[in-house]
């Protein structure tokens, strides 16, 4: 279909959606005070971490459904998380790598980049941390026999055990995805239509596994406190040796990092650089 067939008055068009972004809406995000900015981020990680507590919950026990019907539900529940950003204005970090294509076309500098980033990162970590703290106080996993405990210390553990590569490139992968969601949520011009904009591209990346780091902020802390449930523990049939593995340092240094670096490469090249270079670059 050409850009010139895209019903105007359903579906902003590509080009429009580019110049948004870089001349209107990414400048506006850069401009909040650090207060505002601070409060939406944490709204924003406590969004996510909502989602993906229930997404664990919806995959919780499925051992008998088939593996992609399981996986399908849970990422499909886990794009609420999104929804509730993109309905609320919150900041999410994943979200705001596309204040770069602000930078390309230099209506903003690249220390107001990275003041944002800096700050709603921040923010997402004290969010996810305020949900699974509270989750974990509210004994979420007891009565499921545990296994909800038990997969989200499943999931935390896998998560940390991947090597740098994987990470990086399961990084990359799903931020490519969440940015997508973020630009046709942008086009779409009523409720409904940024509801299904972002259901697709947030359950592909939910259900294929790749690694959001606002999404990990949760779901590894979800995992550490699960650590010291010892009905979690036995129930999970981790050994002591095993369980080492999930440790603050590992969930910082050895997927953080690199997790987060994918999801900024992901967003700047496949999102950003594809965008600017087709639509809004000077010959």
Same mark, same amino acid.
């Given at each position: 279909m050409s850009n010139e067939n895209i019903d105007i008055e359903m579906c902003a068009k590509p080009k429009q959606i580019a110049e948004t972004f870089a001349r209107k809406s990414m400048p506006a995000k850069v401009s909040y005070g650090?207060?505002?900015?601070?409060?939406?981020?944490?709204?924003?990680? =406590?969004?996510?971490?909502? @989602?993906?507590? =229930?997404?664990? *919950?919806?995959?919780? @026990?499925?051992?008998?459904?088939?593996?992609?019907?399981?996986? #399908?539900? @849970?990422?499909? #529940?886990? %794009?609420?998380?999104?929804?509730? +950003?993109?309905?609320? @204005? =919150?900041?999410?970090? *994943?979200? !705001?790598?596309? #204040?770069?294509?602000?930078?390309?076309?230099?209506? +903003? %500098? &690249?220390?107001?980049?990275?003041? !944002?980033?800096?700050?709603?990162?921040?923010? !997402?970590? &004290?969010?996810?941390? &305020?949900?699974? *703290?509270l989750i974990h106080y509210a004994n979420a996993y007891h009565g499921t026999n545990e296994v909800l405990g038990v997969l989200g210390l499943k999931v935390a553990y896998g998560k940390v055990n991947l090597t740098f590569t994987q990470a990086l490139a399961s990084g990359i992968l799903c931020n490519w995805l969440v940015c997508m969601a973020v630009w046709m949520a942008a086009a779409a011009k009523d409720v409904s239509g940024k509801i299904w904009a972002i259901l697709f591209p947030i359950t592909a990346f939910a259900m294929c596994g790749y690694e959001h780091c606002v999404a990990n902020m949760y779901m590894i802390t979800n995992g550490l406190l699960n650590k010291t449930s010892e009905a979690v523990v036995v129930a999970s049939g981790f050994t002591a040796e095993q369980l080492s593995t999930l440790s603050i340092k590992a969930f910082l240094i050895d997927n953080l990092i690199p997790v987060t670096l994918g999801n900024i490469i992901g967003a700047l090249i496949f999102v950003v650089g594809t965008f600017w270079l087709a639509y809004m670059k000077r010959k």
């Open positions: 650090k207060i505002k900015t601070l409060v939406l981020a944490i709204a924003a990680g =406590a969004f996510i971490s909502f @989602g993906a507590q =229930a997404s664990l *919950t919806a995959m919780a @026990g499925t051992e008998a459904v088939a593996f992609g019907l399981a996986k #399908i539900l @849970g990422g499909m #529940i886990f %794009s609420a998380g999104l929804m509730m +950003i993109v309905f609320t @204005g =919150a900041e999410l970090f *994943t979200g !705001n790598v596309l #204040i770069g294509i602000s930078v390309l076309e230099k209506k +903003i %500098s &690249i220390d107001k980049l990275f003041r !944002n980033w800096f700050w709603v990162y921040i923010g !997402n970590f &004290i969010g996810a941390i &305020i949900v699974a *703290t």
